[in-house]
């Protein structure tokens, strides 16, 4: 089991690059034009910064535990997450 949560750790250490690269564009956004919407969108930005990094946390300390009623739903977790943020990268992007 212990090399799922490598898996999900890795996946979760790539979401949270992602997660800074979507807050990276968003202030360069933010500082290029500035109104209610990039706020709010920069603050999105940080709330997926902080979702990563506590994320990345729970699956160390979790990592202990090979019960499998932990490992395959925060692989789901991390994989759904990484989709998630693929999608607003790319929206970001554009």
Request: aromatic share 8%; proline share 2%; net charge positive.
């Amino acid at each position: 089991m212990f090399h799922i949560w490598i898996v999900n750790i890795g996946i979760v250490i790539i979401s949270l690059i992602l997660a800074l690269l979507v807050s990276y564009e968003l202030v360069s956004t933010r500082s290029a034009v500035r109104s209610k919407l990039t706020a709010v969108l920069l603050g999105l930005g940080i709330i997926l910064v902080i979702q990563q990094i506590l994320l990345l946390g729970s699956f160390m300390m979790w990592s202990s535990d090979s019960n499998p009623i932990y490992v395959y739903p925060s692989l789901g977790i991390a994989i759904l997450s990484l989709i998630g943020l693929i999608m607003i990268y790319i929206i970001v992007k554009i």
